[in-house]
């Protein structure tokens, strides 16, 4: 791209917040609502016109597991929006704390209220354009683009919530980018809707995972009638009446950092899903022979772009040693779930590996009762005194960053990073001045699970 000698313009300046958070996905708001609690001036930033990032906008069908399987782990904020969605679906068990199934649209209005009743104002359809540093690890201003055009706004502290890393990448701050050897990217999913599903053939039919050898996946992907299914991802949910979600196909070789091919991508992902609902009409009538797409997720279900380098990298040593640390701002107890590649798909497809042994070497699950720690310092990057970061580009290594990249253990990093920010404003804006052992008790008694 051929440079150009932009015009200087005075754009409007406000500097009346204490904490800016980037990105209104879970850990966004989480992070959001605890500055707000803590008596802190927050601005929450979102790019699209809803909170919750890939649970709303993104159409993920289901929360992954809460609990460890004794404990639930991701406790505090994150237990508390996935519960008082799962009041108002009434065919999920009361119990249920695992896999639970996730109503889009009342997950957004869950949000709404409780970022909006904690204090903090949010900016919709505003996107993080450019950042300001002092030279000396300081970020002392946000440029965003939104309807007003562009706008500047400082505050004393940010969290960097967009997922990709943008505004500590863009601040100076030293990051990894998928295989640090080949620079692969794991695929992505592009969630949809099916309606007018028959309930009864759904719940009590063929069963769709590929777990099941029987599954109608297997033959929607031996078919040359649906060329953009190349392997067997099938996760779905029943999400309400004659309704089912799906986490389901693979749209590889997708970078969420590079806007032009995002955008083909996208639509790639949409003609995925109609072959897919086309698929299951055919080798699923009982179901879907006259089920409709609904719709598709505003966003690409991505699972892997930048990973912070903080002053911490958690690692898959880490995770299988099941290790603590004397800073831990939350457990995690997800397993490591890195998604095939094409390649490896195709060798299920032609019968050289069968797909468990593929997913033997794509994971590793706990037992019930074990978790690893995130410590604080992976949440600091490194070089930078007053940015913090939390959700999938938080500092680790790309192994575990297929633990650490899903919506629960992001709720909790984001309620911690949020609730650090804000104690930072009274340690001279420094995010390693805080007191941890102070920040870890605030997070006890506000119902965070810190054993």
């Known amino acids: 791209m051929n440079g150009y000698a932009l015009k200087a313009r005075n754009i409007p300046f406000s500097d009346q917040y204490d904490v800016i958070i980037a990105g209104g996905g879970p850990a966004g708001c989480t992070a959001a609502i605890a500055s707000a609690r803590e008596g802190r001036k927050t601005l929450l930033i979102e790019a699209t016109g809803c909170l919750g990032g890939m649970g709303t906008g993104g159409l993920v069908p289901a929360w ?3 609990s460890d399987e004794v404990n639930v782990i991701y406790a505090g904020l994150g237990e508390q929006i996935m519960e008082k969605v799962k009041a108002t679906m009434p065919h999920v068990p009361k119990k249920l704390v695992d ?3 996730i109503d889009p649209e009342m997950l957004k209005a869950v949000y709404d209220d409780m970022v909006t009743e904690s204090g903090a104002d949010v900016l919709f359809n505003t996107f993080l354009s450019a ?21 500047a706004y400082s505050a004393k502290m940010y969290v960097d919530c967009t997922g990709d890393g943008d505004l500590s990448v863009w601040a100076g701050a030293e990051y990894e980018k998928g295989d640090p050897e080949t620079g692969a990217l794991q695929p992505a999913s592009h969630c ?9 053939g759904y719940q009590f039919g063929t069963a769709l995972h590929a777990g ?43 970078d969420n ?34 089920s409709y797409l609904a719709q598709t997720g505003a966003l690409m279900g991505i699972r892997e772009t930048r990973r912070i380098i903080g ?61 690893h720690g995130v410590p604080y310092r992976a949440l600091t990057p490194k070089g930078l005194n007053n940015v913090l970061v939390a959700g999938r580009s938080v500092s680790s290594d790309r192994i575990v960053n297929g633990s650490l990249r899903v919506m629960p253990v992001c709720l909790a990093m984001g309620e911690a990073a949020g609730m650090a920010a804000a104690m930072a404003v009274d340690a001279g804006c420094d995010t390693r001045k805080i007191d941890v052992a102070t920040l870890r008790e605030k997070l006890k008694a506000a119902g965070a699970y810190l054993p």
């Not at 690692?315 to 390649?343: G, L, P, Q, W």
């Open 64 to 66: 992954c597991p809460f």
């Open 99 to 101: 896999w639970v199934p």
């Open 131 to 151: 950042v300001d540093t002092d030279g000396n690890g300081n970020v002392t201003a946000v440029i965003v683009s939104n309807k007003d055009g562009l706008s």
């Open 192 to 200: 949809f809707i099916i309606s007018n599903v028959d309930s009864y």
């Open 212 to 254: 099941n050898p029987e599954s109608p996946i297997y033959k929607i992907a031996a078919s040359d009638k649906y060329p953009l299914v190349h392997d067997f991802h099938m996760c779905n949910n029943f999400v309400g009446p004659g309704t089912v979600g799906f986490n389901a196909g693979h749209v590889f070789d997708v």
């Open 257 to 290: 950092t590079n806007p032009r091919t995002l955008s083909k991508d996208l639509m790639t992902g949409r003609k995925l899903a109609r072959q897919l609902r086309d698929g299951l009409a055919e080798f699923h009538p009982e179901a879907f022979a006259n």
């Open 311 to 371: 002053d911490y990298v958690v690692t898959r040593d880490d995770f299988v040693a099941r290790r603590t640390f004397s800073d831990e701002i939350c457990r995690n107890c997800y397993y490591i779930d890195v998604h095939n590649t094409k390649e490896e798909a195709e060798k299920v497809l032609s019968g050289e590996q069968t797909f468990e042994e593929m997913c033997e070497t794509r994971a590793v699950h706990y037992g019930p009762g074990e978790s």
